[in-house]
């Protein structure tokens, strides 16, 4: 079945690095873009960064831009994260998501989800 | 303007209507998507694009858009729809997507 999967996640000090991944399955990954999603404990959905499905085009939520890094390898069926100079506020559980829709048509969604993955930075 | 505005917490007695709302200059261009999130659980899509749903969710889930808003309306709401409730869509420029502050909705 269409599946994602992260995993990754984990106690970090601040200032460390973390790599997060995503594994697809039961789909074309390679042909979707792919998004991280986070979620602060007791807050809301943040969106964190997206890649297009050729890995051509990368945008990130300003909160993360130059410390985090989204890339993929699509013949791993894998989404990555990596998260460097990490801090407090980056505590979230964090999604990798799958998007529907196109820009052209105002229409996009994220219809499939994984279960999250627990990043905790904490000394 | 890259917010989307939700209020923070609804509630609406069993078997009634209730519409959420979220407002935002990027819904004049773009359409929002709701998510449903359970406690400890993924959210999960129940509305996308003019007014449609995923397979699965519900027909008492309905989407609608007017200007710089957009809504979902949950008509004979049921105990099992309280849960947090999302709207999402791309930003003004297009590349980067935003979520609202969430509405919790409290079934009476």
């Known amino acids: 079945q269409v599946q994602l999967v992260e995993s990754g996640g984990g106690v970090v000090q601040p200032g460390r690095s973390l790599r997060l991944s995503c594994a697809a399955s039961?789909?074309?990954?390679?042909?979707?873009?792919m998004h991280w999603v986070r979620q602060a404990p007791g807050k809301g959905l943040e969106w964190v960064a997206v890649?297009?499905?050729?890995?051509?085009?990368?945008y990130y939520a300003d909160s993360v831009k130059g410390r985090f890094t989204i890339s993929r390898d699509n013949s791993r069926n894998t989404l990555y994260l990596q998260m460097n100079s990490l801090r407090p506020e980056d505590t979230a559980v964090y999604y990798c998501?799958?998007?529907?829709?196109?820009?052209?048509?105002?229409?996009?969604?994220?219809?499939?989800w994984g279960q999250g993955t627990l990043v905790t930075v904490s000394s | 303007s890259s917010e989307l505005t939700q209020d923070p917490a609804v509630s609406v007695a069993l078997g009634q209507t209730v519409r959420i709302t979220c407002q935002g200059d990027?819904?004049?261009?773009?359409?929002a998507s709701w998510y449903q999130q359970k406690p400890g659980q993924a959210p999960v899509v129940v509305i996308y694009?003019?007014?449609n749903r995923p397979s699965g969710i519900p027909d008492r889930f309905s989407g609608s858009s007017s200007g710089n808003t957009a809504s979902l309306t949950i008509t004979g709401a049921q105990a099992e729809d309280e849960a947090d409730y999302y709207c999402?869509?791309?930003?003004?420029?297009?590349?980067?997507?935003?979520f609202g502050g969430g509405t919790k909705l409290t079934v009476l």
């Open positions: 998501a799958r998007e529907r829709g196109s820009m052209t048509t105002g229409i996009g969604w994220f219809d499939i």
């Open positions: 039961g789909f074309t990954f390679s042909t979707y873009n």
């Open positions: 890649i297009w499905y050729d890995g051509s085009n990368k």
């Open positions: 990027s819904l004049r261009r773009y359409y």
């Open positions: 694009g003019k007014n």
């Open positions: 999402n869509s791309r930003d003004s420029s297009g590349n980067h997507w935003v």
